[in-house]
């Protein structure tokens, strides 16, 4: 094997990531004595409730609102990617608070946190635009109350609410697949950082590997 | 839907207000579930794992 060329963008993108995050810290197989704590399973959940969230959606697009609003099935599936995204978000708001009252952001993890922020904002626009197709009397509803409120900060012209092809196209294209880069950042950002330590843990254990 | 659930969730909300505040008993329950869960997470010890 000859020696990396380091004017190469792709040896220099190979030597970051094995420095960086080698497969050690990729797929760990152990993990600190203060991780075994409840409070560190609510991230994993929202991940796992976000993969029910993207499997029914998926069904749902193929199946259409004729299947999903009239038949046993399809009502019991539009269920579940409703439940599921709720309970996404009550695991994901307490991950944050968890999060928060453990300053996170330490030991170099700012950029952790900041893109679980991000997240989050991206969440509720998803899921807005998620009760804006349901192709219902509710998603008419919502629309035309939004509207009036996305008008007056003059965003109206490119985020039109009552636009359901537009509202469809983000919410089923664009928002997931931001989200998606998101969460995946986020979750290779831990592994790189490693889970922050409780705040009253010895100095030796707030060290970051590097 | 049938039985009590489906009449409870069939009228609109009853919502509690103080001034300017006001939130739907539903979003109180869920906002105290939560904060249930978050209390539980923390005071209910982790099953041990392997050594």
């Known amino acids: 094997m000859s020696t990396p060329t380091h004017e190469m963008w792709t040896a220099r993108l190979r030597s970051s990531w094995q420095r960086n995050l080698p497969i050690e810290k990729l797929l760990p197989d152990d993990q600190p004595a203060y991780v075994a704590s409840w409070i560190y399973v609510f991230g994993v959940a929202t991940i796992a409730a976000l993969g029910v969230i993207i499997a029914s959606g998926i069904v749902l697009a193929f199946q259409g609102p004729a299947w999903y609003h009239t038949s046993d099935i399809g009502n019991f599936t539009n269920s579940m990617h409703f439940w599921s995204v709720q309970m996404f978000f009550a695991f994901m708001v307490i991950h944050l608070w968890g999060k928060f009252w453990m300053a996170a952001w330490r030991g170099n993890r700012v950029r952790t946190w900041i893109t679980g922020a991000v997240a989050f904002v991206v969440s509720i626009a998803t899921a807005f635009t998620g009760y804006l197709v349901q192709t219902n009397f509710d998603s008419q509803w919502i629309s035309f109350e939004a509207k009036d409120g996305f008008n007056s900060v003059g965003v109206g012209a490119w985020f039109t609410v009552t636009n359901l092809g537009q509202m469809l196209l983000l919410h089923v294209a664009f928002l997931p697949l931001i989200l998606g880069v998101l969460t995946l950042v986020h979750v290779l950002m831990v592994r790189r950082r490693g889970v922050v330590p409780p705040i009253d843990a010895i100095p030796a254990n707030l060290e970051v590997r590097k | ?51």
């Open chain 2, 1 to 51: 839907m049938t039985g009590w659930l489906a009449s409870f969730l069939d009228h609109p909300a009853t919502y509690l207000k103080w001034g300017w505040f006001q939130i739907s008993i539903s979003n109180l329950i869920v906002i105290l579930i939560m904060l249930a869960l978050f209390a539980a997470a923390i005071l209910i010890k982790f099953p041990k794992g392997r050594e």
